[in-house]
């Protein structure tokens, strides 16, 4: 492993600038602080990975303090006079122990923190944070690997855990100190380590395999940590390069229900993980397409590649399509009521799960509350459909574009994310000798629905709007309109695709009231 570092233009003239402002705080009767570049950027500049992110360690002042004397100095001399200091105050509560303070310089996002050591005694689970050594500092960190010092005054790489650079060299995740402290002192750090193990491709040391299966660090991540810290964890892994492998990690462990759980008293039901696995080792083999795959899995010629082409061609609904995949365990739990705004209503448990599990935002939730409401109607669309690809196209009832198009309209505009999530679901419900009928079945009914045209029905708009359909079906305005639009409309629509006859139209909800 390489020991030396190389710097890029940006990093050597943001290096010099913190120097001199170290410098400029010697002038100011205080004593010059030591500084050094920590964490996932050293390791990352080792690696060869380019790095936007990182973490200055002060030695003798703290991270906010040193941040104003540098706006101070970089203002006095005229240079970045744009520096804006962000103050980070602890939240020991939330295993957050210490005061930091960010910035952005040349680009740069800067993390300010002074060196540290923490103290923890029997009678508090929050830690006395004190100023500490580099290598104090290097032991209390998540693994060997993130745990190295780039020196700015000797431009040298310090490894203060004696086996940092060893470890990037055996692709090892361990921990500076025995694994349940370090788990314990901050429960977070479990998560981290799975992220990193799918984002560098590294393995978990044995040893800390065995720590995070401990029962008592399993009920300190759910008690010392934010939901929010472990939504933002999550969200990291699933957008990832291993998604993987990091929900498998999580299976491995029996963390599920301490991630993925409903955080609501009113919740009910449990989630059914048995058979969880095979939910996302599916969705792998849908995005992850090998020219030998179909041999490999058994399966119909083209099935897979059929599915994977109409429900999954838009990579930016990778994330989406993992997180639902994580969510299949709660699918055939009953919604449980909720309440908001003076009213109670009914929420899957696949959405309060994500909800108060993960805090996943609302653009979030709503594709998983839509693909957790039609899980059942999908499937019976879907059967319906496949009973009829025998029949004759002027004997079906279903497989027609009036049909299929107004299914497409209920599951909405995320209707693609809702039929992976039904899929995904079944999955978990079918024998593997089994899977092959099953892909199959989906396959071509998602080829007669792209067959009929109606993929984008959904997005279909009434060729007549609701005031002239008032005026000439002389009624006054009012609720009958939008269900006309909707129910007579649309269907016409879809069973004339490309006619614009507005009175054609017309005539239609006129007949359809009378009768």
């Known amino acids: 492993m390489e020991k030396s570092i190389k710097l890029t233009e940006k990093e050597a003239t943001l290096r010099q600038l913190l120097l001199n402002a170290a410098a400029y705080i010697a002038t100011r009767g205080h004593s010059k602080p030591e500084l050094r570049w920590t964490g996932g950027w050293v390791r990352d500049k080792l690696l060869g990975v380019t790095s936007h992110d990182i973490d200055v360690a002060i030695n003798n002042t703290t991270g906010y303090d040193f941040g104003v004397f540098l706006k101070e100095y970089a203002e006095h001399q005229r240079q970045h006079s744009h520096i ?47 100023f500490g050594t580099p290598q104090e500092d290097a032991l209390r960190r998540d693994a060997t690997v993130n745990a190295l010092f780039y020196n700015l005054q000797t431009s040298e790489v310090e490894d203060f855990t004696g086996r940092g650079l060893q470890d990037i060299d ?15 002192d901050d429960p977070l750090r479990v998560l981290r380590l799975i992220r990193f193990a799918g984002q560098l491709g590294y393995s978990i040391d044995d040893e800390v395999m065995r720590a995070i299966d401990d029962s008592k660090v399993k009920e300190a991540l759910i008690k010392k940590v934010s939901r929010e810290r472990v939504g933002i964890e999550i969200e990291k892994m699933l ?95 009953a919604p449980s009521t909720t309440s908001g705004k003076g009213s109670k209503a009914k929420e899957a448990a696949a959405a309060i799960a994500a909800r108060t599990g993960i805090m996943a935002n609302n653009a979030v939730l709503q594709i998983i509350r839509a693909a ?68 199959d079945g989906y396959a071509k009914w998602l080829s007669a629905v792209v067959d009929l045209g109606v993929t984008d029905a ?44 507005q009175e054609a139209v017309i005539e239609e909800v006129k007949r359809r009231r009378l009768n």
């Open 239 to 333: 957008k990832g390069p291993d998604p993987y492998g990091s929900l498998k990690l999580i299976d491995r462990l029996a963390l599920y229900e301490t991630i993925f759980s409903t955080f609501e008293s009113s919740s009910t039901g449990s989630p059914r993980v048995e058979n969880w696995n095979s939910a996302y080792e599916q969705l792998k083999r849908l995005l992850i397409f090998e020219s030998n795959q179909q041999e490999k899995m058994d399966l119909p010629d083209n099935s897979i590649g059929v599915i994977r082409q109409i429900l999954t061609g838009n990579p930016q609904d990778f994330y989406h399509f993992w997180l639902l995949s994580a969510l299949v365990p709660w699918a055939r739990v």
């Open 84 to 130: 804006k200091i962000t103050k980070i105050n602890e939240n020991p509560e939330k295993s957050k122990h210490l005061q930091t303070a960010t910035t952005k310089i040349l680009g740069l996002d800067l993390d300010l923190v002074n060196l540290r050591k923490e103290v923890y005694t029997n009678h508090s689970r929050n830690p006395q944070v004190e």
């Open 170 to 184: 055996r692709k090892l995740l361990i921990t500076p100190l025995p694994p349940f402290d370090t788990f314990m």
């Open 458 to 501: 959904w997005r279909l708009k009434p060729i007549v709007t609701g005031k002239r359909l008032a005026s000439e079906v002389q009624s006054d305005p009012g609720p009958w309109v939008g269900d006309a639009l909707e129910n007579i409309v649309i269907p016409w629509q879809l069973r004339n695709p490309g006619v614009d006859d």
């Open 372 to 439: 957790a409401s039609s899980v059942e109607d999908i499937i019976n669309v879907k059967e319906a459909a496949n009973r009829e690809q025998v029949s004759s196209p002027s004997e079906r009832r279903i497989l027609v574009p009036e049909t299929q198009g107004m299914a497409i309209r209920r599951w909405g505009s995320s209707w693609r994310s809702s039929v992976l999530y039904a899929l995904l679901t079944q999955v978990t419900e079918t024998d593997t000798e089994k899977y092959s009928d099953l892909l």
